[in-house]
């Protein structure tokens, strides 16, 4: 018997994005950039973060006109977003033939205590999460991937480290836990029993998970992998850049060879300058995207 | 027996554990001269885009055409089909063009009609678990190839010497039959 949509299925279009870039673009020129730079799949926007950041506003999900224009330029996975909880936005992008959806942060929540049922739908979803606790529970209600939240459009990659960090420490927290300590753990984390349970047999999240939110340089994409990503989702970094085709060339050299030092600088040296980076106490508590979400 | 997997971008982690389980040893590939000792190469699923572009950039490509001229097996599943194929349909250029074979790209449609199924491979198994992502399938196999499966009318195994290519994703389940009938080409190879 022939299934679509299946866990499975899902699951696995994240692991072959595994040790590659994600780029965000916002037209069919900039995906072809993305895809000859050798992107393993582009997010189709309307703005890049930094943009949506400082318009203000609502940020919804992108113009549909965009999304099949990069649809049709080239042969890579197409990304979008829709908002937290817009699961119309989620569906009429599934129709157009988005191979992959956020539910994201990044545009304005459309619901303040729910996230969309994911396992309803044929395309898979990757979420943001800051710790453990919340990436189980996207995973409970069907992400296929999850990334670091870090702090979008800023070009500070401190937050993606937090919440890297932070996971991985409680992922090896969780796998030393005995049984008994399982149920307490999970009440206290937020996160589905049954989940955490395979985390403390496997050790590992039970998908895929990416760094994004802050990632402007090679070595920052490095950094994140040698931190444990599966690999890196690049907003503003790249064509917020002075150069935006070596930079999206370099970072995908640094993400696969993260720990040739050697490498990572020669792909660095004259690269021109990195987007403008903000540091993350200059940005009112309101306007921190890290957390929407619940 | 040494396997290697090109570990540039893609499932490679997923490949070790499946050889390592098939009985072989199973180390990642990321510079040319880890070619160097190995009875075997795994191309693994990924972006082929991708992945051929770094295997550009470092010597990889008459590495592992030189790999296969020594007549060590290689066996591409998805992305790793496509950049084993001498004739991509609709492109003037291919990858390694190692293997006799013509394939197209995202033949099934995209992520959301990607499926699963279970299906008959001639000489590995009945009832395969076979997982398919964005997959390509193989139009043509050239002279002395063999069609192993087909789905659909479409070929999606196939092996011609030394070559073998699956457009699914063999290391995404925990089926080794593919792997194992790999390793056995190696062991024939070998002697």
């Known amino acids: ?294 | 027996m040494k396997i290697g997997v090109l570990a540039l971008q893609g499932a490679v982690a997923e490949h070790l554990r499946m050889l390592e389980e098939a009985g072989a040893v199973a180390v990642p590939v990321k510079k040319v001269e880890e070619l160097d000792d190995l009875d075997g190469l795994v191309i693994p699923g990924g972006e082929s885009t991708a992945i051929s572009k770094l295997m550009h950039k470092y010597g990889f490509m008459e590495a592992i055409r030189q790999f296969g001229e020594e007549k060590k097996p290689i066996f591409g599943t998805c992305a790793g089909a496509i950049l084993l194929a001498n004739q991509i349909n609709g492109q003037d250029d291919f990858h390694l063009g190692l293997m006799d074979i013509k394939v197209e790209r995202n033949a099934f449609g995209r992520q959301k009609e990607s499926f699963e199924v279970h299906m008959p491979i001639a000489g590995v198994a009945a009832d395969y678990p076979a997982v398919f992502i964005r997959a390509p399938y193989i139009m043509e196999v050239g002279e002395g190839g063999q069609v192993l499966a087909k789905y659909e009318d479409k070929i999606v195994v196939a092996r011609n010497g030394h070559y073998l290519a699956a457009a699914f994703h063999p290391e995404l389940t925990e089926d080794t039959r593919l792997h194992k009938f790999f390793l056995d080409m190696v062991k024939e190879y070998r002697s």
């Open chain 1, 1 to 294: 018997m022939v299934q679509v949509g299946t866990s499975r299925v899902k699951k696995g279009m994240a692991e072959m994005q595994k040790g590659g870039v994600i780029m965000d673009v916002v037209n069919a020129e900039q995906a072809k950039i993305a895809e000859a730079a050798g992107a393993v799949a582009v997010m189709a926007l309307e703005r890049v973060p930094s943009d949506i950041r400082a318009a203000g506003g609502v940020a919804r999900m992108a113009d549909l006109g965009i999304v099949e224009d990069v649809l049709k330029a080239v042969s890579i996975p197409v990304m979008a977003k829709a908002r937290i909880g817009h699961f119309v936005e989620a569906r009429v992008l599934e129709s157009l033939g988005v191979d992959y959806l956020d539910e994201s942060e990044v545009l304005t929540p459309a619901d303040d205590l729910y996230h969309i049922n994911k396992k309803e739908f044929t395309v898979p979803f990757v979420c943001g999460a800051r710790d453990l606790g919340e990436a189980l529970r996207r995973i409970g209600e069907g992400a296929s991937m999850i990334r670091t939240k870090g702090e979008p459009g800023t070009g500070n990659i401190v937050e993606a480290v937090r919440h890297m960090r932070t996971m991985m420490s409680q992922i090896r927290k969780v796998q030393a836990m005995s049984y008994d300590e399982l149920m307490a753990e999970a009440k206290n984390l937020g996160a589905p029993y049954e989940l955490l349970e395979e985390v403390h047999k496997t050790g590992k999240l039970p998908v895929v998970n990416f760094a994004a939110g802050g990632v402007a340089t090679p070595a920052d994409a490095a950094l994140m992998m040698q931190l444990g990503s599966d690999g890196v989702f690049v907003g503003s970094g790249i064509f917020k850049s002075e150069n935006p085709e070596k930079f999206a060339r370099a970072i995908v050299e640094a993400t696969t060879h993260y720990t040739d030092y050697e490498l990572i600088a020669r792909v660095s040296k004259g690269l021109g300058t990195a987007m403008p980076g903000l540091e993350i106490s200059k940005i009112r508590e309101a306007d921190r995207m890290q957390e929407r979400g619940w």
